[in-house]
């Protein structure tokens, strides 16, 4: 038999009857505690980095040791995939600490321990629903764990009785203890550097003490739990159930309180409605398409070769609202070839090439608008810089076409929705990854500090993470070459000398060296290492 991991079992007389009571395997009853401790040892005053390694490959192994070799979990691709990324993500936070690498952990793990729970979903955000809710249903049960036993009392009076046996001999210990530290210098010195290393003990014990540390460890004894402890959640496994890869063929079934009329006449009504519905959507896409050639053309002739900025051209507005409404412009014409490829507009055979010529034209128009909108950007990067916002539009454009490419498996395979969003949704997660994977910081600063780029925003670069500083250190000789500035807390930005900009870089190496002396293993990340040994 196979151990069985923790099920929420209803136990009325212990927890009664909404009021799980957890079951545990010994693997299990050993791991809490370990877990416990080991996270309040790695987090407590500590930021993310060595220790968010150590973690989540503990809980790793500890979840895997508890499954069966043969469990349904290892013939889901899904968990093998969640599996790679949750380690490949931890090991990023240790290298580079970013926020995206913490992210990216904490969603693949979430999304990891939801695959195990239901190893037949296929959403990634149901696996994350899953999983949330299993730690819900642990974390109502969790208390159950932290009572004490039924024969407490029994265990106290036993315990006393022994202690009274013991008290005499303790007295004449300590009888002969006083007696020895009179009668030998040497024993007392001993006696008094033990007394001084058990009170420092003490005394250490009390100061980390306090009201917070006790709910940061029962913080890290919750998530520990609900990590560990298996609660079977079907709901959204029975959800996802409902839904297919493909698009299938509907009746008609909607209700009328009219003369029930033959089956012949039912079939024609519903073939011109259906009609209807195809020609309004030739209709709109003949039009858009018309519409979307002339913007193309435009962008084409404009963007796409030979594009000059012209003196007092308003490159922010050029860039910001006309991207933000192009994107949504793309998004807005997904979701109307969802809502006409949604049924049984797939099976009108007389118009389905036509329709399906023309939705093809509009994605492919959607592609060249895409583009225009990634040129857009590349522009503004060209004559600014690079920021986070900017590189979000890049990866979001990448997301944007992905999506338009499952547009036409939608189009030309009768894909359903569903398939839709299970493939948009793990492309997602390879750009969440992709994100977590780059020293984005250090690249944003050697792009922007080209000699190519005047202006350069000097004050954001300075409140990037600390692995940048060895990179503004080597160009902080070049500083003389831009126009430096930096943004102030009303949106307006402000001239920086290149003297000041020297000066505030060079406080903010103090500052990292000082920290990164006073820092712990479990904070320690590689960059911030190479950046240090480079300082």
Sequence with gaps: MYPTPAYAIPNKAAAGPLRPALVLTALQKLALPVGAVLF????????????????????????????????????????????????LSAGLVAWYGSGAAVLACVASLACWLGYLNQPHLRLLSNALLTALANAGQVLVALPTLLRLPANVGEKVRRSWFYARLLLVPLMVLFLFHVLFVVANPQYEALADRVLEVVAHWVESLFWHFSFAHVLFFLLGLALTAAALLIVPVHYFADRESRFAEFVQRQRNRVASFAVRQPDFRRREQRSLDL????????????LVNVLLLVVNSVDVNWIWFGFEREPGFDLTQFVHEGTYVLIFSILVAMGILLWFFRRNLNFYEPGLPVLRGL????????????VSVGLRNYYYILYTGLAYKRLGVCFFLLLVLFG?????????QRRSTFALVRLNSLAAYVVLLLLAAGNWEVWIARYNLRPQLISVDYGFLLDMPDRVLPTLQAHAAELEQHKLKHQLYDGSYSRLSAVEAR???????????????????????????????AL
């Design 275 to 286: 009609r209807k519905e195809y020609l309004v959507a030739v209709g709109l896409l003949g």
């Design 40 to 87: 309040d040892l790695l987090f407590w005053h500590e930021r993310a980095g060595l220790n968010m390694l150590l973690y989540t490959v503990a809980v790793v192994v500890a979840t895997i040791a508890g499954l069966p070799r043969y469990a349904p979990q290892w013939r889901s691709g899904y968990t093998w995939l969640l599996l790679a990324g949750t380690l």
């Design 503 to 533: 000066a505030t870089l060079q406080q903010r190496i103090g500052q990292f060296k000082r920290q990164q002396k006073k820092r712990h293993w479990p904070s320690y990340t590689w960059a911030d290492w190479v950046a240090y040994q």
């Design 404 to 412: 338009l490419g499952t547009m036409l498996l939608k189009i030309w």
């Design 359 to 370: 939705a093809t034209v509009w994605v492919l128009q959607n592609v060249v608008l895409a």
